[in-house]
């Protein structure tokens, strides 16, 4: 399995390539590419979030329960004191990023629901929801956020799986299969709660805005 800087360095120097390609080809603005490069290396890292000592799954929480925290204080700025304001605050960032982070680890496996494309694809609708509903943004800008998302998400598992074969003795390890694969069946209710959930958010996400045309 390939350590986090491998896969911060990889999933940031793809993401660099297919958002100057775009921006080449007129899909993007010049000052759109940072943030599709971000989105592309937060991809890249996300199916490690699942394992209870990662550096993103630390990221992760502790950056959502700073958003949430900021969130409360705009939510309810104006009807209470500033020390009421820290308190709920405080308490907000505490619960997410203690009790429910224990939560998560507790209900996650490594390598298990999570280290599929499935869960790739649950991710990219995320985005494209969130992109397009909170950010109000077009719609193309939305789903090519997230499908740089799915796109860092895929080379994550790809990567895994390459490190999962040893070269050198030209033989396969344990972890073999693992990492890449559309589903879990061994944990197979997980899998089919992200189906479900992809399920839902496809049904509320903007409609596709590309036209593939297939030439014999």
């Known amino acids: 399995m390939a350590n986090f800087n491998t896969h911060l360095f990889v999933a940031a120097s ?3 390539i297919a958002a100057s390609t775009l ?12 943030w599709f490069i971000f989105l592309g290396t937060v991809g890249g890292l996300l199916p490690d979030i699942d394992s209870d000592n990662s550096s993103p799954l630390k990221i992760l929480f502790t950056s ?7 969130l409360a204080i705009l939510a309810y700025h104006g009807q209470y004191k500033v020390q009421h304001l820290f308190i709920i605050a405080s308490g907000t960032f505490f619960l ?8 998560f680890k507790k209900a996650t496996v490594h390598r298990g629901a999570f280290h599929s494309i499935l869960c790739a694809i649950l991710f990219t609708l995320l985005t494209i929801f969130s992109v397009y509903y909170v950010l109000n ?33 030209v033989q ?3 972890s073999f299969g693992t990492a890449f694969k559309l ?12 189906f479900i959930s992809c399920a839902l958010l496809y049904l509320f996400t903007p409609e596709f805005p590309f036209t593939i045309s297939w030439k014999p």
């Open 137 to 169: 943004t077009g719609i193309i800008f939305a789903w090519l956020s997230g499908l740089f998302i799915g796109f860092g998400f895929i080379v994550h598992l790809l990567l895994d799986e390459l490190f999962s074969v040893d070269l050198g003795n």
């Open 14 to 16: 793809a993401s660099s």
């Open 172 to 174: 396969l390890k344990r």
């Open 64 to 70: 959502l329960a700073t958003l949430i925290s900021m």
């Open 183 to 194: 589903f879990s069946v061994k944990y197979l209710s997980a899998s089919l709660g992200m």
């Open 96 to 103: 997410i990023r203690y009790p429910i982070l224990f939560l």
């Open 23 to 34: 921006f080449s080809n007129n899909f993007i603005d010049l000052f759109d590419i940072p």
